[in-house]
C-alpha cells in the first residue's frame, strides 16, 4: 500500500449513517502514516504491485527486506520476465505462500507482453493480468495511478465494520454487503478516494487492530458504531485460526528451502528432500503438490528442481 501525495480532501463527506469519517482518517493518517518504500514517489507503480503481491498474509516487517532485494534486482516487469520462474521462487525466500512468486512472474511476463512493460493503468487491464485478483487491481489503481476504487483487505474489512457496522469482527470472507458499504464509503473526488484507503488500511494495521486495539489513539473512536456500543464480543462464526507446525504447508516450505538453497539449474535428488521430513506419506503428498503448483519441476532419475519452464 502506498499513498498518493495528500490532496485537499471533501470534509464534509459522510458514511452512509451521515458521520463524518474522511477527514479525521485522513488527517491522522498524514501525521502517522509509516515511512514504507512503496509508498515513496520512487516506488512507481511496479514498486506497489510487487508490495501488494508480498504483503498479502505477511507482515511488513518480514516483507521488506525481500522488496529491497526484490526490487534492486528487477526494478522493472521486464527484468523479472526474462528470468525464469523458478529464480522468483528463490528469491521469495521465506515470505509464505510462494505461488505469490509465481503470479507476480506470470504477471511481469504479462504486462511485458501486452503493455510494453509498464503497470497498466486501467482497472479492467490490471485485473485481466495473471495473478490479479479484486483487491490487487484496485490496490494498484488507487494507491499507484490516485484512482478512486474500494481497496478492501483485512485492516479495512475490520475498521468498516467496527466503524459503521458496530461488530468487532467482519466476515471471514468478504460479502457483497462489505463491498457495498466500501463504495459508499468513498470520497467523491480520485485523490481523496486513494487517500482514504491508504489512510483506513493504515488505520487498520496500526490502531484497529485485530487483538488490543488502541481506541484512545483512534481519531474516530467518538464516532465508531462498536466502540459505542461497548465494544461487544464477536457472536459470529468462529474467526478461522491459522496452524502451520506439522501441517503440509510447513513441510511444502521445508522441501522448497532444500530447492531454493540449491544452485540454479542445479537438480536436487529425492534423497535430499526425504531428509527434511520423517513421515513418507505426508512427504510425498507436499512435494506432489508443489508438482502440481508449478512450484517444482520433476526430472528423470528422482531429480528435482524450482520451475524453469515458463508457463
Known amino acids: 500500500m502506498t499513498a498518493p501525495t495528500k490532496p485537499p480532501h471533501n470534509t464534509s463527506a459522510t458514511t452512509p449513517d451521515g458521520v463524518g469519517l474522511h477527514s479525521p482518517v485522513i488527517d491522522w493518517f498524514e501525521d502517522h502514516a509509516r515511512d514504507l518504500p512503496w509508498r515513496r514517489p520512487d516506488a512507481g507503480p511496479w514498486g506497489v504491485m510487487v508490495s501488494e503481491f508480498m504483503l498479502q498474509q505477511t507482515p511488513v516487517t518480514r516483507v ?3 522488496y529491497e532485494q526484490w526490487l534492486a534486482r528487477w526494478p522493472r ?14 528469491a521469495w525466500g521465506r515470505l509464505g505462500y510462494p505461488r505469490r512468486a509465481l503470479r507476480l512472474h506470470g504477471a511481469a511476463t504479462a504486462i511485458t507482453e501486452r503493455h510494453g512493460g509498464d503497470v497498466p493503468t486501467d482497472h479492467a487491464q490490471l485485473l485481466a493480468l495473471p495473478g490479479i485478483g479484486e483487491y490487487t487491481a484496485a490496490a494498484v489503481a488507487s494507491f499507484a495511478y490516485g484512482q478512486r476504487h474500494a481497496v478492501l483487505d483485512t485492516n479495512v474489512r475490520r475498521v468498516f465494520a467496527r466503524a459503521v457496522t458496530g461488530v468487532q469482527y467482519p466476515p471471514n470472507a468478504t460479502t457483497a454487503a462489505e463491498r457495498k458499504l466500501a463504495r459508499a464509503l468513498l470520497p467523491e473526488d480520485e485523490p481523496t478516494a486513494a487517500r482514504w484507503a491508504a489512510a483506513s488500511m ?22 465508531c458504531a462498536w466502540h459505542l456500543a461497548g465494544k461487544p464480543e464477536h457472536e459470529g462464526p468462529a474467526r478461522r485460526g491459522q496452524t502451520y507446525a506439522g501441517t503440509d504447508r510447513q513441510v511444502r516450505g521445508k522441501l522448497l528451502a532444500v530447492l531454493r538453497e540449491a544452485e540454479a539449474d542445479t537438480p536436487v535428488p529425492q ?7 520423517h513421515e513418507p506419506v505426508q512427504r510425498a503428498r507436499a512435494l506432489d503438490g508443489l508438482v502440481a503448483d ?7 532419475n528422482g531429480l528435482y528442481r524450482l520451475p524453469v519452464t515458463r508457463t
Do not use: F
Open 271 to 277: 534423497s535430499a528432500l526425504d531428509r527434511v521430513w
Open 77 to 90: 516487469p521486464a527484468d523479472l520476465a526474462k528470468e525464469a520462474p523458478g529464480e522468483a521462487v528463490r
Open 202 to 223: 493504515e488505520l487498520g494495521a496500526l490502531v484497529c487492530t485485530a487483538k488490543n486495539e488502541t481506541c484512545h489513539r483512534c481519531p474516530i473512536a467518538a464516532q
Open 64 to 66: 521488506l527486506p525481500v
Open 294 to 300: 508449478g512450484l517444482v519441476e520433476p526430472l528423470p
